[in-house]
């Protein structure tokens, strides 16, 4: 496999998986926390895998196929959990867990525009069905309101220059359509000082972010998303989320506070686990994980 699960040690230590449990994997994408929690629950073990990409899917499928426990893999994102997971298994999961990273294959190769590395057409959404009639990045930024978008890279990119890059798109876009990852690089380049070009993160960073969270609808579809793994957990099974910018950590952050001062939660990891120095230095991407688990008591 080639891609890398970021904190793996660390989700086995906190999340525990015993043998003959049942477990969720909410974004299983090519197998890599999948395949290290399935082998730990053995062939008495259970274990469904969500995610909504359809080509990781068919690879997760391959890399799990001579684990002994018995797994599903559902093409379905994770706000889906309580319709597609077997009424009969719920209230009796032991373990949860969601990564809400991107794979460096789903950044740089899936060819739909999240990577500001090479040209390819704006949609920024990894569902299969995404293409036709769906929100995708050049939409947003060839039809949204300026007002709207320096909003949105302001308050999901928490990009300094968000006023400036909104007014660029808008006089962009007049000119010709937006529609490539090149194309907007370009307009973000312009919009910025020069100074801020030549920084270690790329200018086009933030902007890239925002545009990706706002077309997925990721922070509320994970707030959505946590009541409900909360719920199909059995008294002592643990939810752990991997998350990797701040706004991702906030809600992470406050709904388990809330679930330890309702005393229905205790928390495993007092802090959040980040990666060590040698997983940083062999997969850079991971440099901003964080790792938050909690058990349900209640």
């Known amino acids: 496999m080639i891609h890398q699960p970021v904190l793996l040690q660390e989700v086995l230590t906190n999340l525990d998986p015993k043998p003959g449990e049942i477990f969720i994997d909410g974004t299983v994408n090519r197998g890599g926390h999948t395949l290290a929690i399935a082998e730990r ?12 990409d359809k080509n990781a899917l068919a690879e997760a499928r391959a890399n799990l196929a001579q684990v002994a426990c018995t797994i599903t893999l559902l093409e379905t994102n994770f706000s889906e959990l309580t319709r597609v997971i ?3 298994v719920q209230g009796k999961v032991n373990g949860i867990l969601l990564d809400l990273g991107f794979s460096s294959e789903q950044m740089d190769d899936s060819g739909r525009g999240f990577s500001f590395k090479r040209d390819e057409p704006l949609f920024m959404t990894l569902a299969s069905n995404s293409v ?27 990009e300094r220059f968000a006023r400036s890059i909104a007014k660029a798109l808008v006089l962009a876009r007049h000119r010709a ?26 200018f086009a960073t933030k902007t890239f972010q925002a545009l990706r969270i706002t077309t997925n609808d ?36 406050t709904f388990f506070q809330s679930l330890e001062r309702s005393e229905e939660g205790s928390l495993v990891t007092k802090h959040a686990l980040k990666p060590t120095y040698a997983e940083v230095k062999g997969n850079p991407r991971a440099r901003s994980a964080q790792l938050r688990v909690i058990k349900k008591i209640l």
């Open 41 to 52: 629950l053995g062939a008495a073990g259970q274990l469904f895998g969500l995610d909504v």
């Open 132 to 158: 036709e009639g769906a929100l995708t990045a050049a939409t947003i930024v060839n039809s949204w309101p300026e007002s709207e978008l320096a909003h949105l890279i302001g308050k999901y990119g928490e």
């Open 218 to 253: 990721e922070l509320t579809i994970l707030a959505q998303t946590l009541p409900q793994a909360w719920s199909v957990l059995t008294l002592g099974g643990r939810l752990g989320i991997i998350s990797f910018h701040s706004l991702e950590a906030r809600i992470v952050k």
């Open 177 to 202: 359509r937006i529609m490539t990852t090149f194309q907007l690089v370009a307009v973000i380049k312009e919009a910025v000082p020069v100074w801020y070009t030549k920084r270690r993160l790329h």
């Open 86 to 88: 077997p009424e009969a």
